[in-house]
T-cell receptor, first 113, second 113 residues
Framework: NAGVTQTPKFRILKIGQSMTLQCAQDMNHNYMYWYRQDPGMGLKLIYYSVGAGITDKGEVPNGYNVSRSTTEDFPLRLELAAPSQTSVYFC????????????FGDGTRLSIL | GNSVTQMEGPVTLSEEAFLTINCTYTATGYPSLFWYVQYPGEGLQLLLKATKADDKGSNKGFEATYRKETTSFHLEKGSVQVSDSAVYFCALSSGAGSYQLTFGKGTKLSVIP
């Protein structure tokens, strides 16, 4: 059981470039999330999805976009990379919201230069 | 809004020492509380959780009790091992209908032989 799989693990982008961070889960979870983790800080929610075709903004959505065409996949898109988006990005999923724990991928370390 | 405050690290302990990592929270309603652990180069893993007042979560020798009167969820372990070296995050979810985990900033624990 792979759980939550994120690709790539590392990436360096130039300012203004775009890219898509991939996230897939095989646990048939309806809820999926994207977080960013900055040094010395906790995780901040970027976007979340409650099911295929339904997404919503989290705490820090500016500069990002998401889509959810299937239950399994939840890609995160950076359209015009900026240095402020240098961070570690984590995808997570859960069976339900609230008291149910979230299951995390291993993260994508992204540097914008 | 919701917030989580946990003791700042880093914390360095000798093997077999007693561990306490303090966590206090501010939330509306009846939140669920979590401790997540992040080992180097990995994503977050659920360590333990508690969903109502006076609940005690436990796992791998770690314990935390949900104290509503003091709005606290302190993490404890009686005898730490080198393999416990990691970053520990306290988090809350404010209940049914809440999609967001609110995280503390994390506490880095290093255990030396």
């Amino acid at each position: 059981n792979a759980g939550v799989t994120q690709t790539p693990k590392f990436r360096i982008l130039k300012i203004g470039q775009s890219m898509t961070l991939q996230c897939a889960q095989d646990m048939n979870h309806n809820y999926m999330y994207w977080y960013r983790q900055d040094p010395g800080m906790g995780l901040k929610l970027i976007y979340y999805s409650v099911g295929a075709g339904i997404t919503d903004k989290g705490e820090v959505p500016n500069g990002y976009n998401v889509s959810r065409s299937t239950t399994e996949d939840f890609p995160l898109r950076l359209e015009l990379a900026a240095p402020s988006q240098t961070s570690v990005y984590f995808c997570a999923s859960s069976y339900l919201q609230g008291s149910q724990p979230q299951h995390f991928g291993d993260g994508t370390r992204l540097s914008i230069l | 809004g919701n917030s989580v405050t946990q003791m700042e690290g880093p914390v360095t302990l000798s093997e077999e020492a007693f561990l306490t990592i303090n966590c206090t929270y501010t939330a509306t309603g009846y939140p669920s509380l979590f401790w997540y652990v992040q080992y180097p180069g990995e994503g977050l893993q659920l360590l333990l959780k508690a969903t109502k007042a006076d609940d005690k979560g436990s796992n791998k020798g770690f314990e935390a009790t949900y104290r509503k009167e003091t709005t606290s969820f302190h993490l404890e372990k009686g005898s730490v091992q080198v393999s416990d070296s990691a970053v520990y995050f306290c988090a809350l979810s404010s209940g049914a209908g809440s999609y967001q985990l609110t995280f503390g900033k994390g506490t880095k624990l290093s255990v030396i032989p």
